[in-house]
């Protein structure tokens, strides 16, 4: 297992990078490293292992060879978590074992908690997991989950914005805040709307 392969998956700020081991039609296994490291955390490891599986240690956003996000926006660890969904979204897994060491065990525990169904297993390097206060875990497992699927079917649809005419641009906005007057929409549609050849 010391020979790997160079990985790249697109995402909407550039890509994520990261390293496999392993048969390909392996059991699927995704390496998530620490904080400020990167996928050669790995490298001394992964020889070690069972020989069956196909591990995939990625480089989460703005570490090793992964693209950083842009200038201003702060790494949150749910974009982490993110991270790790679209990468399992680009090998097409269904169903993997997560290791991640220290904050990539952090990420890996949040991983389970929000996706279950995706995980097998779950291996903990110098990490604890992820750990709530149980009257908060509904609330948050709901809300958080549905921020990641979203923003990922919104990115996966990527159409162009529609045309319309100002009155059905004005409706469509009353539409959707009862609260505004017909006037008001007016008045926030002519710095909030773009003129096109289309409409």
């Known amino acids: 297992l010391g020979m790997f392969s160079e990985l790249k998956f697109p995402v909407p700020w550039g890509h994520v990078a990261a390293k496999a081991w392993g048969p390909s039609e392996g059991h699927p296994v995704l390496c998530l490293h620490g904080w400020l490291d990167n996928a050669n ?16 240690a990625m480089d989460f956003s703005g570490h090793g060879l992964s693209s950083h996000r842009p200038a201003g926006c702060p790494y949150h660890f749910l974009d982490y978590v993110t991270d790790v969904r679209r990468v399992a979204a680009a090998l097409q897994w269904r169903r993997f074992t997560l290791m991640g060491h220290s904050m ?3 990420v890996a525990g949040m991983f389970c908690f929000l996706y279950p169904e995706m995980v097998d297993k779950l291996i903990l390097l110098e990490s604890l997991g992820f750990l709530l206060a149980p009257e908060d875990t509904e609330a948050w ?6 921020v990641i ?7 996966a649809k990527q159409q162009t ?8 641009a ?17 008045i926030l549609l002519q710095r909030g709307a773009t003129e096109t050849p289309a409409g």
């Open 149 to 155: 699927d979203r923003l990922l079917s919104l990115e």
């Open 41 to 56: 955390t790995f490298d001394k490891l992964i020889p070690l292992l069972p020989r069956g599986c196909y591990y995939v």
């Open 170 to 186: 004005l409706q469509r906005l009353l539409e959707a805040n009862s609260h505004l007057t017909a006037e008001g929409g007016a």
């Open 141 to 146: 497992l709901r809300s958080k989950r549905r």
């Open 104 to 106: 990539g065990g952090a």
């Open 161 to 168: 914005p529609k045309a319309r005419s100002p009155e059905a």
